[in-house]
């Protein structure tokens, strides 16, 4: 099993910045990829971003130029570095560990909002 811990959301005015935090905890050996998702009220769960053990990313259209990921394999944290917020970009926001074997971890969420 892998627990994830969410930090860092907050209300923020648009064109701001927020730092997210996701810490692992459990069966952090098996950990891979780790991202961030988010959710806007009536709408599904969308893809931000993405990282692997040996740092490649991924990002969502909306984000890349924004947003970045990166990763602390020696603390089992993964950051989402959030700037130029937009009011669109509010959401909670999800951490997401994927196993060796295919398993599926989500954090609690982190309510970020975008005021304009």
């Known amino acids: 099993q892998v627990q994830l811990v969410e930090s860092g959301g907050g209300l923020v005015q648009a064109g701001g910045s927020l730092r997210l935090s996701c810490a692992a905890s459990g069966s952090i050996s098996s950990i891979r990829p780790m991202g961030w998702y988010r959710q806007a009220p009536g709408k599904q769960r969308d893809l931000v971003a993405v990282?692997?053990?040996?740092?490649?990313?991924n990002y969502a259209d909306s984000v890349k130029g924004r947003f970045t990921i990166s990763r602390d394999n020696a603390k089992n944290t993964v950051f989402l570095q959030m700037n130029s917020l937009k009011p669109d970009d509010t959401a909670i926001y999800y951490c997401?560990?994927?196993?060796?074997?295919?398993?599926?971890?989500w954090g609690q969420g982190t309510q970020v909002t975008v005021s304009s």
């Open positions: 990282i692997t053990r040996a740092g490649s990313t």
């Open positions: 997401d560990a994927k196993s060796i074997v295919g398993s599926d971890y």
